[in-house]
């Protein structure tokens, strides 16, 4: 039996917005009624494999991370999930492990700055955060997030830098958590010298 119209919207819906064509066909959609839908104008290719109903603007950050379970919000964007920054990214950060290939990502959004860290220490951290239009996305955790800062310096606007920086160490600081991420980066002695003065 071939799903309907409405079948293929809930499954779009169930999963915030945007789903794969191999979710679509786990769900019963046949490639026919996929077509159809693409035809009469219901759903719209989002991406290789991805789709979406036309009517709904899906949430940016959950259609991203979508392409991949590699892809974590990191840096700028994460501190602005977390709340400690007002800026809303223009461009979106996100860290992949090393020798990822993100190529096709790449093309198909330009607003996106990859920041790509060893293997072993890529899922240090990783934690949930909720997207301003709600949904949940994989973000790196605020001690993470201060690391990540601290070591790339040189490419962080200076006002966000400063404003995480103070509000971390004077509200937020988990101090055990924080020197145990900075010994795996190698970054000790600058934390604890944040954690003086601040």
Known sequence: ????????KMIIESNDGIASAKQLSDGGVSRLMLYQGLISGLIVKESHGNYVLSDNQPDEYRMIQNRSPKMIYSHETALFLHGLSDRVPHELDITVPQGDNVSRIKKDYENIRFHYCKKELWNLGITDAITPQGYAVKIY???RCVCDLIRDKKSVDNQIYIQ????YFSSKCNSRKIVKYARHFNIESQIRTYMEVL
């Open 1 to 8: 039996m071939e799903c309907s119209i409405e079948t293929l």
């Open 141 to 143: 955790d605020l001690e």
């Open 164 to 167: 995480a920086m103070k509000v």
